[in-house]
């Protein structure tokens, strides 16, 4: 089979495509035939070994996939040859063929298709997860969403408009912004060319409840000063490759709330809950994921590299079915 293969860490041009011995399905395992996978910036960071885990090179990236079912191994139940599924992992996706733990996948509804399938999972999973169970969102909420242009930011606008907050998107350019509107988003930010404090302080002057943050850097502290009293203010990454320095005297003062996000922090309860929810919502097609580029797979390294550089509008995939 054919897979992307990252052979020593360096930038995502390191990343080259190679043939590889087809794997087995053991006990418990199923094999995959991938149609589309996804691409995260965990996935580039992994290739430059600056992720906080490290995978030994060479491996393959991709952390996200859908495909097909071509091989049940051993002692495994609940799918069948032929069962379209998605699924997710450290690493592997970014391949042919792949063969996971059956208990990593899910199967996808029939109403629903491969890309989206793809599209749907990681962003769209952490950005619910965070604004039902993390940021505690309540209809009517004033939302602000930092990096308002990529997976998890896109995802939390049209999620928040969805559950019934008002929603500020903050991005760096006017084609994500145009997006972030398309998908709902009342009130815009261009954080390249305006001053984000006193955007937010103008659009804002009761101050957020809630700020989404997948971003850091620069952008957080004025985004944390938009806050009301008593407001919540999530990080979920640093996607600008700094991480911020807060002046808790500003959370003192207004009682703010500042959180992080881990998907194992969700009480088991409310994960089953915001699961259920998040699959309605993508079966009735409330929320469609937006994919704002595909690659076939010669061109993995260039989808890292689009990532990487924070040029991707909602999700990139890969098409396992496609030469061009």
Do not use: W
Request: charged share 20%; with cysteine.
């Amino acid at each position: 089979m054919r897979a992307a293969v990252c052979p020593h860490y360096g930038p995502p041009e390191v990343v080259r495509i190679e043939e590889r011995a087809v794997a087995v399905a053991g006990p418990g395992q199923v094999g995959v035939r991938v149609a589309v996978a996804a691409v995260n910036f965990p996935d580039v960071l992994l290739v430059a070994d600056s992720y906080q885990v490290s995978v030994p090179a060479p491996f393959v990236p991709g952390s996200e996939f859908a495909g097909v079912i071509d091989e049940i191994g051993p002692q495994t139940s609940g799918f069948a040859i032929g069962d379209r599924v998605t699924g997710t992992g450290m690493f592997g996706a970014f391949a042919e063929r792949v063969v996971v733990d059956a208990a990593a996948l899910a199967p996808i509804p029939q109403q629903v298709d491969m890309r989206a399938a793809a599209a749907f999972g990681v962003a769209y999973r952490t950005a619910y997860h965070t604004l039902r169970s993390a940021a505690r969102l309540s209809p009517g909420d004033r939302l602000v969403v930092l990096g308002a242009g990529g997976g998890v930011g896109l995802a939390a606008v049209q999620l928040g408009v969805a559950l019934g907050a008002h929603v500020t998107a903050v991005a760096s350019s006017v084609e994500k912004l145009d997006i972030a509107e398309r998908y709902g988003a009342v009130h815009l930010v261009n954080h390249t060319t305006e001053d984000v404090r006193p955007a937010l302080r103008a659009l804002l002057p009761e101050g957020a409840e809630v700020v989404i943050d997948p971003v850091g850097g620069d952008l957080s502290e004025p985004a944390l000063r938009s806050l009301g009293r008593g407001g919540r203010f999530v990080t979920v990454g640093f996607a600008s490759g700094t991480i911020p320095r807060i002046p808790l005297n500003l959370v003192l003062i207004k009682g703010i709330h500042v959180l992080g996000f881990q998907f194992q922090d969700v009480p088991p309860d409310e994960f089953t809950r915001n699961e259920q929810e998040l699959r309605e919502l993508l079966v009735s097609g409330r929320v469609e994921p937006h994919v704002g580029a595909v690659y076939p797979l010669d061109e993995a390294a260039a989808a890292l590299r689009h990532v990487g550089d924070g040029r991707a509008i909602g999700k990139v995939l890969i098409d396992l079915t496609s030469d061009s």
